[in-house]
């Protein structure tokens, strides 16, 4: 069965949902938020976690969009998406559950 153009916004959105239903992905995203930008290795003193535990969370949040990274010679460097973060609070979502928009 072929999928409908609305039942891939609604896979789009889940995974975007999915990625910031953890509570330390939400942290990963408030600290940048804060920061602005954060090369790997600082983002996990501040979130006081193994770079392997963080490059688990990281992969999810660049998966969804949600976060964008830089190479500078040996150092990966993350931002928010701020687009996208925005994109999730947007009138276009917001109007898959009103009926007018």
């Known amino acids: 069965m072929q ?9 789009v959105y889940e995974s975007k ?6 509570k330390q992905r939400l942290q990963i995203m408030n600290l940048l938020t804060q920061k602005g930008e954060v ?14 535990k963080l490059s688990y969370h ?3 949040l660049l998966d ?7 190479t500078r010679g ?3 460097y993350y931002k928010l998406n ?14 898959l559950f009103r009926p007018t928009c």
């Open 39 to 52: 090369n790997v290795n600082d983002l996990a003193q501040l979130v006081n976690m193994t770079q392997s």
């Open 17 to 22: 949902f999915k990625a910031i239903a953890d």
């Open 74 to 76: 040996t150092w990966n």
């Open 58 to 60: 990281l992969k999810i």
């Open 3 to 11: 999928e409908t153009p609305l039942e891939t916004v609604f896979e």
């Open 64 to 70: 969804a969009n949600l976060i964008v990274r830089e």
């Open 82 to 95: 701020q687009e996208e973060v925005n994109h999730l609070l947007s009138a276009e979502l917001c109007c």
